[in-house]
């Protein structure tokens, strides 16, 4: 396979899975007539999604905005986390053990007494999405500094470079393929953190809108709230990605080098 047909495949690759996955889906809930209410097949969810667009779509845009405000919370605390426990030998001792602990945590267990701090609404949720992502945007930034070659440390001290230079000049563009890894996975989680709030302690979004769905068994509309949420979170994803390819392709072997 020459490497044009070979990139062109990969790029293709996740949408025919995808098509491959609907298809045997569709096949299994037309072959054993599975019933809606218990797991509808991808046709009921399409019909639900365009029935249902408008609701969807308003409660979509809020469990966007309100993830992307967690988000970029998150992004803030965990550079600033991130580089302070990087940077100090002492501060990764100290802090970094008790951020594991604190990860650790299940976050839902934090959506009661978020609630009961800022009451029913987007307040909770937001901090549910900085909560659970936050960590894997810190952990990277600290990585990428701390793991920063003495050789190359020492030489810069030699030729007059402080301990900042060193950190802001080479230690941060050094860990920006870091840093963007971890904004793929950060943003995941933070959809997920959204919506677990929005199941518990709010009257609109996704996760509100699954919980309405399932109490009245309305099943293809449940799932076409999942399809939503994972769409969104694809395409933030791809967009870090994107960004990613635009912004740090030296730190990156290209596809067709020998």
Same mark, same amino acid.
């Given at each position: 396979?020459?490497?044009?047909k070979?990139?062109?495949?990969?790029?293709?690759?996740p949408?025919?899975?995808?098509l491959?996955?609907?298809?045997?889906?569709?096949?299994?809930?037309?072959?054993?007539?599975?019933?809606?209410?218990?797991?509808?097949?991808?046709?009921?969810?399409?019909e639900?999604?365009?029935e249902?667009?408008?609701?969807?779509?308003?409660?979509?845009?809020?469990t966007?905005?309100?993830?992307m %405000?967690? *988000? &970029? =919370?998150?992004?803030?605390?965990?550079? !600033?986390?991130g /580089? @302070? $426990?990087g940077?100090s030998? #002492?501060?990764?001792?100290?802090?970094?053990?008790?951020?594991?602990?604190?990860?650790?945590?299940?976050k839902?267990?934090?959506?009661?007494?978020l609630? %009961?701090? *800022? &009451? =029913?609404g987007?307040?909770?949720?937001i !901090?549910?999405a /900085? @909560? $659970?992502?936050?960590?894997p #945007?810190?952990v990277?930034i600290?990585?990428g500094?701390a793991?920063?070659?003495?050789?190359l440390?020492?030489?810069?001290?030699?030729?007059?470079?402080?301990?900042?230079?060193?950190?802001?000049?080479?230690?941060?563009?050094?860990?920006?393929p870091?840093?963007?890894?971890?904004?793929k996975?950060?943003?995941?989680?933070?959809?997920?953190?959204?919506t677990?709030?929005e199941?518990t302690a709010?009257?609109e979004?996704?996760?509100y809108l699954?919980?309405?769905?399932?109490?009245?068994?309305?099943?293809?509309?449940?799932f076409?709230?999942?399809?939503?949420?994972?769409?969104?979170?694809m395409?933030?994803?791809?967009l870090?990605?994107r960004?990613?390819q635009?912004?740090?392709a030296?730190?990156h072997?290209?596809?067709?080098?020998?």
């Amino acid at each position: 396979m020459s490497p044009s047909k070979r990139r062109a495949f990969e790029r293709w690759s996740p949408w025919l899975l995808l098509l491959a996955i609907l298809l045997v889906w569709q096949l299994i809930c037309s072959a054993f007539q599975v019933s809606e209410f218990i797991f509808p097949s991808p046709w009921r969810i399409a019909e639900q999604m365009l029935e249902y667009r408008g609701v969807i779509a308003q409660h979509a845009w809020r469990t966007f905005w309100v993830t992307m %405000v967690g *988000f &970029g =919370i998150s992004i803030v605390v965990g550079v !600033l986390l991130g /580089f @302070l $426990i990087g940077s100090s030998r #002492i501060a990764y001792a100290a802090v970094y053990p008790l951020m594991t602990a604190f990860n650790a945590l299940p976050k839902a267990a934090f959506v009661p007494i978020l609630v %009961v701090w *800022f &009451g =029913i609404g987007a307040g909770p949720a937001i !901090l549910t999405a /900085f @909560l $659970i992502s936050f960590f894997p #945007i810190m952990v990277n930034i600290a990585t990428g500094l701390a793991t920063l070659e003495p050789e190359l440390e020492d030489v810069l001290r030699v030729l007059g470079a402080r301990r900042w230079d060193v950190l802001v000049k080479v230690g941060m563009p050094r860990s920006l393929p870091y840093f963007y890894g971890s904004l793929k996975v950060a943003i995941t989680l933070a959809f997920v953190g959204t919506t677990v709030s929005e199941m518990t302690a709010s009257n609109e979004g996704i996760g509100y809108l699954l919980i309405s769905a399932g109490s009245s068994m309305q099943m293809g509309l449940a799932f076409a709230g999942l399809v939503v949420i994972g769409a969104m979170a694809m395409a933030m994803y791809v967009l870090f990605a994107r960004i990613e390819q635009r912004t740090t392709a030296w730190a990156h072997r290209r596809a067709d080098a020998a």
